[in-house]
């Protein structure tokens, strides 16, 4: 069965990128509407959730802001984390995602059309420059997403936070929401090809300003972002707390 299932969703995965692709190059070059292109983005996940049969959901949907730019922060399981954002994150934003994915034919054209902020991690100077777009762009209206551990983790447990995409909260003066994404590790692992139907729980937590904060607050906004994520995930995806006390098991601590 999981055999059916796995072919039934790199076949979606494959055919769902190649159309909605070139519907939202299409889109972008004749109504220059990103927000329009977006949502094939937002089909994109969806249909690719569904051919994996997973299901999501989704609470503290009562802390999203439709009308003000944030910075989304969300901890990193799995390949899943993206369609489940994209498919039921119900606002517009733009991710701020790894220089490699821009390379994929098709894909990648479609996500600098829509106006996604490529970040070279092999280069310094270049990611930097980056982060300052990223940041400009949410001054100025839009919402970005972001994965602070910078990859997925290998074992589902929440990974120490890189400082960039922190940084790029800061210097944008907006509030960083905190996204937990719980169980998606189960459904495809880093380096597994076999998915697994099951469910995501991904829990939208409440804005933190980082308004009258300075990049030397960097660490304590760090702390306070993984504190927030962590409150929603498992004992094992989220290990322990600061003060070492450990995560109720088998729920989320907070609901």
């Given amino acids: 069965m999981r055999w059916v299932r796995t072919v039934t969703f790199y076949a979606m995965l494959l055919v769902s990128t190649i159309l909605l692709g070139i519907a939202a190059i299409t889109i972008v070059l004749v109504t220059r509407r990103s927000d329009w292109a977006h949502l094939c983005g937002r089909l994109w996940g969806n249909l690719n959730l569904w051919a994996a049969g997973v299901t999501v959901d989704v609470m503290g949907r009562e802390n999203l802001d439709r009308h003000k730019p944030v910075v989304y922060a969300a901890n990193h399981q799995s390949w899943f984390d993206i369609f489940a954002i994209l498919g039921k994150l119900p606002v517009q934003f733009r991710w701020l995602a790894k220089e490699e994915l821009f390379r994929i034919p098709i894909m990648g054209h479609a996500m600098r059309l829509i106006g996604y902020v490529p970040i070279d991690r092999s280069d310094r100077k270049k990611a930097f420059q980056s982060l ?14 972001i994965f602070p551990e910078g990859t997925r983790s290998r074992d589902g447990v929440i990974q120490p936070f890189k400082k960039g995409g922190i940084i790029l909260a800061i210097k944008s003066g907006q509030p960083i929401v905190p996204v937990s994404l719980s169980g998606s590790y189960k459904i495809l692992p880093k380096g597994g090809r076999l998915v697994r139907p099951g469910r995501i729980r991904m829990t939208i937590g409440t804005p933190i300003e980082t308004a009258s904060m300075t990049i030397e607050d960097r660490d304590r906004v760090i702390h306070l972002v993984r504190e927030a994520i962590r409150r929603h995930l498992t004992e094992r995806e989220g290990g322990f707390l600061s003060d070492g006390a450990p995560i109720a098991q088998g729920r989320p601590a907070v609901l």
């Fill in 132 to 145: 300052e777009e990223a940041s400009q762009r949410v001054r100025e209206g839009t919402s970005v997403v």
